[in-house]
């Protein structure tokens, strides 16, 4: 099929609801990506976050081979090995407690706040959220989301959502009243542009949280499955959420979102209270084994911390040879954001058309999130394309 043929299909039958690149992307292995001409293409952004070993994995590919001859689906008014499995593993690395199977993370906070309100037994409800959150396009997700642009022409949202300030315990306190069930965030806003959550706040919302009965639900959609160099991100501030959602990068490409509930609210939702056709389906759970097995095998937590640490170091190089480009670079394992003083998407842009794929988020953040098991010579690669990038509008300004 020709490429335009490609565009024309997509413009004549697809909703156009993404912003996109003119590229279409056939072979992937590891950190680099061929598109239809055979042009390679470093990844810095893979899968949005979903393809945290790189592409194609040999593993994950294996495992989805191996389940696809035995059983790809089966619901879940009957039992499945693979679900059984993985909902173990996932309870051996978080905490003592039970998990929900669903397809995406806007589904597994949906499922959340289902908990909290049941939690709340009709007298409590709201739910507090932060300035500058992502969870999701669904209605309740959006409810929860601190972004006006994501919300604009859905109202009305449904209610019971309050909205604080990032890293402000004062303002959350301020929003605490008989009605307040829960408090959610991410430790580290990714589409908000990279915003670290300081430890203080963090402990200072568990303390609010167990003083006044409240649930405290983490979103790991983005921070979770090794990305930070711990498993979730939530284990680098000494506490435990009472609920924490996954997607993403847990499913290895394949489609999965999972609620993770501590013991004593595990079973808050009785049988048929909440449901997801697909959820936990056989296939998903085998590829998200082999995602969990892959990290540990190959040490990914400790590869991540150490090559966090030297693509920071190179990040502050170039803070240190552009300061008048580069304002801020923030973030933790691998994922990291640049700030700057113009607008990112032009640099993504110039990277794009030098082979290097690389995210801008709120106008002027450059999001960076490679894949664990990169290299340090694929990060120098990526790291050289975007310097050069700089050089020439550092020059041109
Ligand atoms: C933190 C966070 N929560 C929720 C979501 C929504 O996930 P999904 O697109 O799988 O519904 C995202 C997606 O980017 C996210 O980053």
Redesign the pocket.
Known sequence: MKKQVVFDYYQEYILDTYKKWKIIFVKGKGSYLWDIHGKKYLDFFPG??VCNLGHCHPKVMSAIRNQVGRLIFIPNNYYNLPQAKLAKEIIYWSYAGKVFFCN??????EAAIKLARKFGAGKRYEIISFQN??????LG?LALTGQEKYRQGFAPLPEGFKIAKFNDLNTVKAQINEKTVGIML?LI???GGINVAEKDFVLGLRRLCDENNLLLII?????GIGRTGKFFAYQHYGINPDIM?L??ALGGGL?I?CMVVRKEFSDILKPGEHASTFGGGPLVCSSALAVLRAIQKEKLFTHTQEMGKYLKARLEKLKEIFPSLIKEIRGMGLMWGVELNQDANIVAQKCFEKGLLINCTQGSVLRIMPALNISKKELDLGVDILKSVLTEIYKAN
């Not at 979103?219 to 921070?223: A, G, P, S």
């Open positions: 949005w976050g995406s993370g806007a589904e597994a906070n959150s992502f969870h999701g396009r669904t997700a991410e806003q990714g589409e979103d790991e959609v983005q921070t959602t997607a993403k489609p979102g």
